[in-house]
């Protein structure tokens, strides 16, 4: 399964906060040795954010989504996810009991509107102040508060996908090509990529100086990672060029 992110919010787009989401959540994905594959940033546009959840919700993938599920009026998230699964915005039990066991009297009129959730959906607890989120359609729905999301997502691993971590992840080297442009090694990049095709390759030119050098990356499982980093030093050798390599 793969893991992918949907972060909401205008003002991410128009530069006047920085999204903090996306750093965060790699780190937690990483910690359990997951991957995340995709990452979509999305403005309050109700059209476009239904479309992006149209588009998910047929992935077959795992998704965490930051912001917009609150009560004001640039809030969609909530909206357009009943639009994205072709269900109804309906008042949740649950999440009308958390709301109110926080809030009370002052959870109506405004804040228990944070209660409407997509039909069918399951709240993810919160923490901080009990407003929950919602699961649906492998999709997680969370503010876009970090101290309340963050943990929040912590929560939604730990508790539904804690089978999927996996205690030996991908490795992956780097390999620094001193002397060299991208052109000269394109031909050995072909064979290597034709030579193993379950190792991921990237490559990346740059200047040290006058001097160019081409960064090539090798991901994948230890195994095939290590063979790769052989037949590189191999072909290198061949090639004549001097190399450093590097464990990230």
């Avoid at 039990?93 to 069918?120: K, T």
């Avoid at 939604?156 to 060299?180: C, K, M, W």
């Avoid at 193993?196 to 030119?205: E, Y």
């Amino acid at each position: 399964m793969a893991f992918g992110l949907v972060i909401v919010g205008t003002e991410l787009l128009s530069g006047k906060r920085q999204d903090g989401h996306f750093a965060h959540a790699l780190e937690v994905l990483t910690e359990r040795g997951l991957e995340l594959a995709w990452v979509y940033y999305v403005g309050d546009n109700p059209e476009r954010l239904v479309r992006t959840l149209e588009h998910t919700m047929t992935s077959g993938d795992i998704v965490f989504s930051f912001g917009g599920i609150g009560a004001t009026p640039d809030d969609h998230t909530r909206a357009c996810a009943a639009r994205a699964a072709g269900v109804e915005l309906l008042r949740h039990a649950e999440a009308v009991s958390e709301i109110e066991a926080r809030f009370g009297d002052e959870a109506y009129p405004h804040r228990v509107l944070m209660a409407d959730l997509p039909d069918g959906s399951d709240i993810i607890p919160n923490p901080y102040n009990r407003i929950p989120g919602f699961s649906l359609n492998g999709h997680h729905f969370l503010p876009g508060f970090p101290h309340m999301a963050w943990p929040m997502m912590e929560w939604v691993l730990d508790q539904q996908y804690s089978h999927l971590f996996n205690a030996s992840p991908p490795e992956e080297r780097l390999i620094t090509a001193f002397g060299a442009h991208e052109s000269r090694l394109l031909t050995t990049m072909e064979r290597f990529t034709a030579e193993f095709p379950h190792v991921q390759f990237s490559s990346l030119p740059h200047f040290h100086g006058d001097t160019p050098q081409v960064e090539l990356g090798l991901r994948g499982e230890p195994e095939a990672v290590a063979a790769a980093v052989a037949w590189w030093e191999a072909e290198l050798q061949r090639l004549e060029l001097r190399w450093e390599k590097v464990k990230r």
